[in-house]
C-alpha cells in the first residue's frame, strides 16, 4: 500500500501529461480540419475561375474560326462537293485564320488541352443550298468548360447558329438548343461532344 501511494503522484502526473496530450491532439486535428475547408474552398473557387477563363478562350477561339471561314469561303463561291462534308481545318490553318495558339501543326486544337482534342471545322453541303453550314465540334473533357462554352457561343451568336448541341461520347444523350431548354447542361458522361451549325 505504501509504494502505491508513493506512486500516485507520479501516476496523476501521467495522467495529467496523457489528457494534455489528448486534447492537444483534438485541437491540432480541428486545426487542420479548418485549414482544410478553407483550402478546399480556395480550390473550387480557383477552378470555377479557371475554368470559365478556358471557356471564354475557347469560345472566343471558335468564333473567330467562324467569322474567317465566313471570309474565306462565301457561301456563292463553296466548291460543289458531292461527298456533303469538307474539312477545311487544314485550309483554315494554312490562311492564318484560327489564334496562334489554336493552332498545332495543321490542325486547330483547344489551346487548353493541346496534347489531346481538336477542333473540327467543315463545310456541310446538304441537298439544298440554302440549308448549308459551317459545321464545328470538339471534344473538351470537362463538364464545366463544355457548359460554359456552350452558353458564351450560343448567346453571343444565336441569329448566326442554325442549331447547337451537346452530348456524351459516344452520342448516348444530348441536350439540343433551343427546343431543349436553357442553358446548356451537357449530359454526364466520360468526355463531352460540343457541336455548332453554323450559318454561312
Known sequence: MEAIAHNLPALKQQRD??????????????????VGLVVGG??????????????????????????GTKKLFPMQLWPNDPSGNTDIASVLVSAGIPPADMVKGGSIIIPHNNQKNTIKVNLLYPPLASDRAIYVWFLEPSKSIADQTM???????????????????????????PSDGWPPNCPVGGSYKSVFYFKP
Not at 473550387?44 to 471558335?62: C, M, P
Not at 448567346?155 to 448566326?160: D, E, H, P, R
Open 17 to 34: 501529461r496523457a489528457q494534455k496530450r489528448g486534447f492537444s491532439l483534438i485541437e491540432a486535428a480541428i486545426v487542420l480540419g479548418v
Open 151 to 177: 452558353s458564351i457561343v450560343i448567346s453571343s451568336q444565336k441569329g448566326a447558329i442554325y442549331w447547337a448541341y451537346c452530348s456524351d461520347s459516344p452520342e448516348t444523350h444530348w441536350w439540343k438548343w
Open 42 to 67: 480556395i480550390w473550387v473557387a480557383a477552378k470555377a475561375v479557371i475554368d470559365k477563363w478556358k471557356a471564354e478562350r475557347l469560345a472566343s477561339g471558335i468564333i473567330t474560326i467562324v467569322e
